[in-house]
């Protein structure tokens, strides 16, 4: 949940847990289960992970020095998590 837009583009699910995980970006601040993460108000891609049930497991926020964001998520034969994006900046 953050202060700012949410917006999930693509979800990939694990076949062999039913794990869901989607790929998108927020902007300004993110809630986490860990706390707060604060974004100074620029887009940055977001990952996260939920079990077969909808609970929220992890989110990992991927970020720079400007604007990222996830584009689309999949899963590899061997389990591994694929995310695609755009940046701008370094």
Do not use: C
């Not at 584009?71 to 694929?82: F, I, R, S």
């Amino acid at each position: 949940m953050s202060n700012g837009p949410e917006r999930f583009r693509e979800v990939a699910i694990d076949p062999s847990d039913g794990s869901v995980y989607t790929a998108g970006e927020v902007q300004n601040s993110f809630l986490t289960i860990l706390g707060t993460i604060n974004l100074v108000n620029q887009n940055q891609a977001l990952l996260t992970k939920y079990s077969d049930t909808g609970t929220h497991l992890w989110t990992a926020v991927i970020g720079g020095s400007s604007e990222e964001t996830g584009e689309d998520v999949a899963l590899g034969p061997d389990g591994k998590v694929y995310i695609t994006g755009t940046f701008k900046g370094t």
